[in-house]
């Protein structure tokens, strides 16, 4: 039930062939990432998730976390799993070496991240929200702030959380009013309350930095007067190490769908006198600050899409191999199979491996493009990279994660009624996935996010350059002999053709009518995506036919990649002229019943 295998094979074929790991390896800083390197950490990381975390991930949703008097106690074998986890070093991945990190780049972390993600996405979330903490103390904190807190952080003796919702404050921050009053000395009083706080309290560390969002007196109405300011469990002794316990306390925790074994909690600050913070980087302009954080963390839970896609595709292919049940189509006289032979069953599972490759190879994609973006010499490529950063972490946190529930969805029906019995394991991943299209923004919050900022801001420069590459790709498969890419090359041109017919609508229409455009926005979001996903696999077929051609022995994973990018081609990307009409025509059906008539 627990079991899960990393796809080391498929991480290392994205990472090289796709994502450019040796242009990487190349980048300043970066010149010790070796191949032999790259392979022994994937090897540790994949034992450590399929020998340490996964056997948690069942019993640990089946217990759950445990709220008692205001502590927090993490189901069976967390504590030690977390023990082993930070003495591995696997907090410090991809952290400054000047705070005790390794300094790997991030397309490394982003394939370990997905096996952390896979393996027990309800442990994942703790170093998740750390990572982005650090990230943004790294970033915007005071010199004090850095030394105090990164280095405990970095080496996973304490752990970060972020603080943004309040009751009547969800994707609306402009309404957040938990406020802080300065003592005069550098520090300040925090008052409030928040929610969905994930491990905000647990017993993995002996201390939890928040980062939390609030008021100043004199601050300006809406997100213009928000701050940020560090807010850690237990306050600091003059030597570094916990002292006195803070005015923070949590006051209970969800009882939620999924991810029942990460602890999510409601956090109140200041019922006591007040909980002492410091003020990150300059005031009123904390949400600029966890921004930071919030950008990092989607592009996390769009992995934890990718992750659980693979963890219920294995789960299902495994069920497949092994359930017994009727007999072959068109084999006469034929005896009982396992249900692989089945020609739906087949569809459903090269559905589910098709999708979660494709979403694999644009995640590392991008993990490469954010490298390349850091750490490249020259300023014109750092900003190439950036621009196409910003475009796809949208599209990576949005797609991924709804694609993870259809996939999911898909796992349970290929278990037929044992998918639906809790002991099967295959609805946990299915409610687990749940979560991940809400957190860090919702997919229309993605969606608007693509549209606005990152498309008609720049009048679609950015996505015009992106399609422009698709287009390169897809006459290289033209080029190709043989029926598969002849299958290939149709939907992936008209896919492109549909995703740049909607994108120019949007460009077009924005300024204009903003509500038509909103309207088809996660239906374009998904456009982009699959067509996204379609570039990547259409790749990664010319890839394997070049290996086939030089006479590369793993023959047979590289005709493999060539049927699923065919199928990917015939059954998924043969989706996108539909959505582009629903983007260019589908506002009207959207917008023009009057509220009393739903």
Known sequence: MSQYTAPLRDMHFVMRELAGLDQVSQLPGCEEVSGDLVDAILDEAGKFASGVLAPLNWSGDQQGARWENGEVFTADGWKDAYRQFAEAGWTALA???????????????????????????????????????????SL????????????????????????????QAGSDLAAVRTRAEPQGDGTYKIFGQKIFITYGEHDLTDNIVHLVLARLPDAPEGVKGISLFVVPKFLLNPDGTPGERNDVHCVSIEHKLGIHASPTCVLAFGDNGGAIGTLVGEPNRGLEYMFIMMNEARFAVGMEGLALAERAYQKALAYAQERVQGTEPGVRGGGKVTIIHHPDVRRMLMSMKSQTEAMRALAYVVGAATDMAHL???????????????????????????????????????????????????????????????????????????????????????????????????AKVGEQDGPAFAAIVGPLAAGIDALESAAEFI??????????????????????????????????????????AAGDTDADFYRAKIVTARFYADHVLALAPGLAHSVVKGAPGVLELAENQF
């Open 95 to 137: 952290c400054d070496p000047e705070y005790g990190g390794q300094g790997l780049p991030k397309l490394i972390a982003t394939a370990v991240m997905e096996m952390w993600k896979s393996s027990n996405m309800a442990f994942s979330l703790c170093p998740m929200l750390t990572n982005g903490a650090i990230e943004a103390v």
């Open 140 to 167: 915007c904190g005071t010199d004090e702030q850095k030394a105090a807190y990164l280095p405990k952080m970095v080496s996973g003796e304490w752990t970060g959380t972020m603080n943004l919702t309040e009751p």
């Open 376 to 474: 490249h010499p020259d300023e014109k490529v750092r900003a190439q990279q950036q621009a196409f950063v910003d475009l796809m972490i949208p599209v990576v946190k949005g797609w991924l994660t709804e694609t993870s529930i259809e996939v999911a969805s898909t796992g349970v029906q290929v278990h037929g009624g044992m998918g639906f019995i809790e002991e099967t394991g295959a609805a946990q991943h299915l409610r687990d996935a749940r979560i991940t299209t809400i957190y860090e923004g919702t997919t229309a919050i993605q969606a608007n996010d693509l549209v606005g900022r990152k498309m008609a801001r720049e009048n679609g420069a950015t996505i015009k350059a992106v399609i422009g590459e698709m287009r390169a790709v897809c």
């Open 507 to 548: 460009v077009a229409t924005y300024g204009q009518d903003i509500k038509s455009v909103l309207a088809g926005s996660v239906p374009f979001l998904r456009l982009f995506g699959i067509v996204a996903g379609g570039w990547q696999m259409a790749r990664a077929a010319l890839v394997a036919q070049s290996k086939l």
